[in-house]
Structure formats: C-alpha cells, structure tokens
C-alpha cells in the first residue's frame, strides 16, 4: 500500500544549444544580394541604347545639372537625348547637313562657323561690312538670318540642353548718335535671334542666357596668304559702320 502511494516524478533535461550562433551569416548574405544586384545593373546597361547609357552617365557626372536635363516637351520625337562631349559633334553634323538646304548657302557657308568647345557647341554667324544676317546698323536679322535662326531653332529644339545667345560689334563706333551704341546693338541682336529662335522650335525653358558684348571680345580672324592673325577691328578701319557676330552656344 505504501509503494502505490508514493507520488510519481519525472525528470526532464534538456540538451544544451551549443550557445548563441553569431550574425555573420547575415553580412555574408548581403553582400551576396548587393553583388547580385550590380550584376544585374551591368547586365541592363548592356543592353540599353547609347543615348540611354550617355544620360545616365550625364546623371552620375552631375546630378545637380544633368539630372534636371534628361527629358524635354517634345514627346515622341524619337530624337531627344542628351548632347555630351561624346556625341556634340553629331549634332554639329547634322546642323551642317540642315543649314546646307538654305538656297544661299554656296554664299553663306563662310560666314557660318561651328566648333566644339569646353561648354558645347558654338555656332557663329559672322558679319560683314555690307551686312549678311543683319542689316547693317540694324538689330533685325534680314532675310538670309531669319532662315538660318529658323532652320537651327527647329534642330535644337529637340534636345534638352541649354542654349546660350551673345551679340558682339566690333571697335568701331556707332555713327548713328544718340544713346545707343554697340552695347545696345549687340544686346538687341541677341534679344531678336532668341525671339526668333523661340517662336520656331527652342523651348523658351532652353535659353539660360543672353548676352550682349559689345566690342569687349573682338574675334581674330585669318588674313592673307600668311594666314597672319588679325582682330576684325584693324581690317577695314575706314568702314562706318559696326559689324556683329552673334553666338549660339550650346
């Protein structure tokens, strides 16, 4: 009677764990995804179109700029990428090969100069003493320089860079009198190329600047067999009138 009264007790004992496992698993694993992920990236870089590839790399060499710059308000277009140092000079090509269907070209083409610089592309409409895109004296570009503004508007304004408009005289005084004076006349010519410009194709968000210079920056130009370097104030020193030189930079 004694021993089936005695109370049952079980003894339970649990195994040890080993201790607590360490979280280096962790690191290990997301170093893993991160280079997945990169893989990944390179593999859709690879894959995407030049144009594509230039923006992002626009974007990485300068977010606070280039990002601002990826897109325009031309939709559907096809042709709105970014002009790069990489690809200016297509686009320099291609505004050649407009500006070629002008029906005064063959007598135009000396006075129209493109060259890639350190901020883009330049395009200068140089004057003569008789006038060439302007009048002479005159801040409204003539025949010949509203079908060139108008031909290079609707070609630029299919990319979105920024588009920069300077006038410039030469040394010679206005004879006109009065108060206005090269200042005025390179600054009303660029006023009225980026008129013109706006109401044919560039965007009126596209013009960051325009600038009026006067006879500040004269520009040297080649003379003679010699090719000796001469500045435009010094070749026809008896001309009355100024003569400008207007610059589209992109």
Do not use: C
Request: hydrophobic share 35%; net charge positive.
């Amino acid at each position: 009677m004694e021993n089936s009264a005695r109370p049952i007790i079980i003894i339970k004992k649990k195994a040890g764990h080993g201790g607590h496992h360490g979280g280096a698993w962790k690191v290990a694993y997301a170093d893993f995804v991160t280079a997945m992920m990169a893989l990944f990236i390179v593999l859709w870089l690879l894959n995407t179109s030049k144009p594509v590839r230039e923006a992002i790399a626009g974007y990485f060499r300068d977010p606070s700029g280039t990002a601002n710059k990826m897109g325009s308000k031309n939709v559907g277009t096809g042709e709105n990428f970014t002009i790069t140092k990489d690809n200016v000079s297509d686009l320099m090509q291609k505004l050649q090969k407009t500006i070629q269907q002008m029906p005064d070209f063959d007598k135009l083409k000396h006075q129209i100069e493109m060259t890639i610089t350190s901020e883009g592309l330049r395009i200068e409409m140089m004057e003569t003493e008789t006038g060439t895109f302007f009048d002479v004296g005159s801040p409204r570009p003539n025949g010949n320089g509203k079908e060139l503004l108008v031909l290079l508007a609707q070609e630029l304004g299919k990319v979105p860079n920024r588009i920069s408009v300077e006038g410039h005289t030469d040394s010679r005084p206005f004879t006109k009198g009065g108060d206005y004076g090269n200042w005025e006349l390179s600054v009303d010519r660029a006023n009225a190329a980026r008129r013109l410009m706006q109401e044919n194709g560039v965007r009126p968000d596209q013009i960051s600047q325009v600038r009026g210079f006067a006879d500040q920056m004269l520009r040297k130009t080649k003379m003679g067999n010699n090719q000796k370097m001469q500045t435009r104030e010094k070749q026809k020193p008896q001309t009355p009138h100024p003569r400008s030189i207007d610059h589209l930079s992109i």
